[in-house]
């Protein structure tokens, strides 16, 4: 494996057991080349840990987020429901209210599809790369395997030339699209910031942005799919690359033993795909739920500015600093955890692409 998705946010794991590449034994303490191995084992343990923290960090951001939220939007619904009106403008009140009544239901409906969303995208990243560490440490006894079964490093790159180069190519194709992803998730959060902040301000202000994100949010899933195709090309072309090398050896004990770990490698590589399709999936997802809900946080202060009159509003806004220091706060925060957990997953990306470098 070249890299890793988040993801989009934007994102994983540890506790996965090893396959026997733990500590270095006496032999790699001689061999540069396993030594590194290990290190970068070890690093790469270190990173996944560090995105589980950021994750945590980013739920406890979010629910103190929402609930700020809550608390500022039941404020207002008291302030609406305070208001003296006779007549037709008491009708228009009482729709008003009604509507607002029924809207902070429905976000508190979004808001929870929300969370179980970001519940399944940490879940399916975690479970990523937990599969992507066990097939490094598969393919890292492998490829030390193959070079002694075929006479060194020198003579398997001999034997598999064409594989190797389209192993390269791939490798490349996987890492290009992967940073385009990161790149798109990071546009994406941001924007999504950057809209919740203006809700409340300026209505043009805020579709504008509005519409920007959804343009974000659609080169996002774009450029996932993008790299989830090249994920598949290049697990193809180390498939290829294997099997080579795999029709070359003698029947005997070598032979059994690269099948052996060629049938583990399989079955790693197929728990990967399938936690990388859940990644992918949970990541649109995400970006969609999002967007429901800043709608719904937007279409909400529309109905506000409609029951409210501008000084009734301005006043009531005053007594809501706290709620509204906190909402700022809260986002503020969040985006913080996200940009983080993407920097960890970029560190997780370059210790994956070092690694599997090793092997050819």
Known sequence: MNASVHGMVLIAALGFATVGCGA????????????????????????????NKAHFRFKAAATNYEQSKDEYQKKLTLAMASKKASGKQLQAL?????QLAQMIQDR???????????????SAQKKRNNAALSLFEIESK??????????????????VVAELEGRRMAAQAQADTEKVALEAASAVINKE???????GADVKKRDESDQALDKLRETLEAAVTSYGSAVAAYEAAKDRY?????ASLKAGPQKTMVQQLLDQRGASAKQLDEAQNVVKTATIDRAMQTKQRIAFDSEIDHVVEAGLSTATK????????GETDAIVKGRTDMQSEDNSALGLQQKISGTEAELDHLAY
Request: charged share 35%; hydrophobic share 35%.
């Open 94 to 98: 009482e729709k008003n209210r009604g």
């Open 108 to 122: 508190d409906r979004v808001g929870q599809d929300l969370s179980n969303c970001f519940d399944t995208l940490i």
């Open 24 to 51: 270095s034994n006496s032999s790699s303490k001689q061999d540069p080349r396993l030594v590194k191995r290990d290190d970068l084992l070890a690093r790469l343990r270190a990173y996944q840990e560090e995105l």
């Open 193 to 199: 910031v950057e809209t919740s902040a203006l809700i």
């Open 314 to 321: 301005e006043a009531v806004l005053r007594t809501l600093k």
């Open 142 to 159: 492998l490829w030390e395997l193959e070079e002694k079964a075929v006479g060194g490093r020198a003579a398997l790159q001999q034997l």
């Open 242 to 246: 294997h099997k080579k090398i795999l």
